[in-house]
């Protein structure tokens, strides 16, 4: 059984940073796309990057959030710089096919964590 367990999530002020983790078991993280998500409160869960093949971002990271894998550790890490308190929601890693097709559609994916909080205050 394939499981995803988040951890770095906190709270911080605005310009700070934050590194997330996703540790994977189950299934080397190489047989997977792996995704990032965030669900703000009353907002639908939106894409923040794929790694896969390539890596894809979404138009708001503007270059503050990076997406690195660890295979040795079966981990995933979303390192996140200059942090904005619109950046705050739950964030959520994912593991799906490594085909690309529809990266960004939270459908798509197999196996979620279960979420670590991120605040940025202001």
């Known amino acids: 059984q394939v499981q995803l367990v988040e951890s770095g999530g906190g709270l911080v002020q605005a310009g700070g940073s934050l590194r997330l983790s996703c540790a994977v078991s189950?299934?080397?993280?190489?047989?997977?796309?792996m995704g990032w998500f965030r669900q703000a409160p009353g907002k639908e869960r939106e894409f923040v990057v794929y790694?896969?093949?390539?890596?894809y971002y979404a138009d708001f990271v503007e270059g503050r959030f990076a997406i690195s894998r660890d295979n040795a550790k079966n981990t995933v890490y979303l390192q996140m710089n200059s942090l904005k308190p619109e950046d705050t929601a739950v964030y959520y890693c994912?593991?799906?096919?490594?085909?690309?097709?529809?990266?960004?559609?939270?459908?798509?994916?197999?196996?979620w964590g279960q979420g670590t909080q991120v605040t940025v205050s202001s």
């Open positions: 189950g299934r080397p993280i190489s047989s997977y796309g």
């Open positions: 994912a593991a799906g096919p490594k085909y690309e097709a529809s990266y960004y559609q939270a459908n798509r994916y197999d196996y």
């Open positions: 790694s896969g093949r390539n890596t």
